[in-house]
Nanobody, 124 residues
Framework: QEQLVESGGGLVQAGGSLRLSCAAS????????MGWFRQAPGKEREFVAT????????DFTNSVKGRFTISRDNANNTVYLHMNSLKSEDTAVYYC?????????????????WGQGTQVTVSS
């Protein structure tokens, strides 16, 4: 069974850093674009970052540009979200997802596999 499992969340002070990992099992996602989304309490889930199947192309929501990076290790079926200069508004549950397409996409409707999420809490 295909599965995405996020890890690396936690409590961090504003200005700090975290690295989230997303480990895939059950099948390889090396031919799929991957993405990270987040959902804060009382808010809708929003796009955070995406990476193409081979890692050549990435895109980010404006609020995290310059602070977050996304990378992937296809040999180990893992995707990472590196978060720096964290702010209190980054507090959310972060979800990893696999797209049905090889090209990166910011649209959640194209993501067909989702992880269970990992909590990131940034204290000010």
């Amino acid at each position: 069974q295909e599965q995405l499992v996020e890890s690396g969340g936690g409590l961090v002070q504003a200005g700090g850093s975290l690295r989230l990992s997303c480990a895939a099992s059950g099948r390889t996602f090396s031919n799929n674009a991957m993405g990270w989304f987040r959902q804060a309490p009382g808010k809708e889930r929003e796009f955070v970052a995406t990476i193409s199947w081979n890692g050549d192309l990435t895109d980010f929501t404006n609020s995290v540009k310059g602070r977050f990076t996304i990378s992937r290790d296809n040999a180990n079926n893992t995707v990472y979200l590196h978060m720096n200069s964290l702010k209190s508004e980054d507090t959310a549950v972060y979800y990893c997802a696999a797209s049905r397409w090889a090209s990166m996409t910011t649209q959640s409707q194209w993501y067909v596999y989702w992880g269970q999420g990992t909590q990131v809490t940034v204290s000010s």
